[in-house]
């Protein structure tokens, strides 16, 4: 049965073969008429590759770019530095849906999508070239400038609390050696290891001690470990408070400088060449389905006179 339809196409493929020659040339030649009513457009292309994103356990910096690129604030921002909607014959104000319009009219003109290698390409199609380049150097530039200010938010916190830390721990370690500084200067204590070793040797050789030697041994005895307890709290202190320190130092950097979170791999290129309508598709996809029609309509008036 297949056989004998598929014999019954041919046959009438053939025997139809120039009205199918001729369905096909007329296609042809009003779909070419029709592909100069559509819009020409040229596409500028550019391709970044993300620096200074550290990968976190859910997304690498790539992921962490391209979801920047596609933020709402960025396409607004594009739209109103560039007046998108007017450029795409929108009207937010007297027309309902003329946002959801404009999304649609933004995915059709702009796509934004990973490389295999870790890259970020962006196209951008407008019917006047130097247009379509201006804006795709836009959409990067105001995505870098979202992010930085994104990171310096974010660092900006990390920065007043690493003050806080570093203020706190400065008033401990003034409060540490002024008590340090008073118990010394009670007891006319210079240095607890030394004195001991000479106080100690005094007292083996059965010499008297004067007033002062006298004193000194007592504040060792009474408050040498204090003294050891309040030294070991200040190195602790100084450790903790220069490595917040060194945090706060890199902090104070990234909120001061003006860091750039990409790198060109190709700059937005000005095309001299339409990316669409490609005339050739359109002409042979409209020829091929007129065709396709035809026979169709061929093949069921046949089948219908032979049911009568």
């Avoid at 962006?122 to 150097?137: G, H, R």
């Avoid at 721990?169 to 050696?177: G, H, I, K, M, T």
């Avoid at 100690?200 to 007033?211: C, D, R, W």
């Amino acid at each position: 049965m297949e056989n004998l339809d598929s014999l019954n196409i041919i046959k009438t493929i053939l025997k139809h073969r120039k009205m199918f020659f001729l369905i096909m040339l007329i296609a042809a030649v009003i779909s070419y008429a029709a592909s100069y009513l559509i819009t020409e457009k040229f596409k500028s292309t550019a391709v970044v590759y993300p620096v200074n994103l550290f990968q976190n356990s859910e997304e690498s910096p790539s992921e962490q770019l391209l979801q920047y690129f596609l933020s709402e604030d960025v396409k607004y921002e594009l739209a109103k530095e560039y007046k998108l909607f007017e450029r795409y014959n929108i009207d937010t104000v007297n027309s309902k849906g003329g946002k959801a319009l404009f999304n649609f009219m933004f995915l059709e003109n702009i796509t934004i999508s990973p490389t295999i290698y870790e890259s970020i390409e962006i196209n951008v199609k407008d019917q006047d070239p130097v247009f379509a380049q201006k804006l795709n150097a836009a959409l990067i530039k105001n995505t870098n400038i979202l992010i930085r200010a994104s990171k310096k938010a974010i660092v900006s916190q990390y920065l007043a609390n690493t003050k806080k830390v570093i203020d706190y721990q400065s008033r401990e370690l003034d409060s540490l050696s002024n008590s340090i500084l008073k118990i010394k200067t009670e007891y006319d204590i210079i240095d607890v290891k030394d004195q001991s070793k000479y106080l100690s040797k005094q007292i083996s050789t059965g010499s008297n001690l004067n007033e002062n030697g006298a004193k000194q041994v007592k504040g060792i005895k009474e408050k040498g470990t204090e003294l050891k307890i309040l030294d070991g709290r200040i190195k602790s202190t100084l450790n903790s408070y220069s490595q917040i320190k060194i945090k706060n130092d890199s902090y104070l950097l990234d909120v001061s400088g003006e860091m750039d979170y990409y790198v060109y791999v190709s700059k937005p290129n000005l095309q001299d060449k339409k990316c669409s309508p490609v005339r050739w598709v359109i002409v042979a996809i409209s020829s091929l389905s007129a065709v396709f029609m035809a026979l169709v309509f061929m093949l069921y008036k046949n089948r219908s006179k032979e049911l009568i």
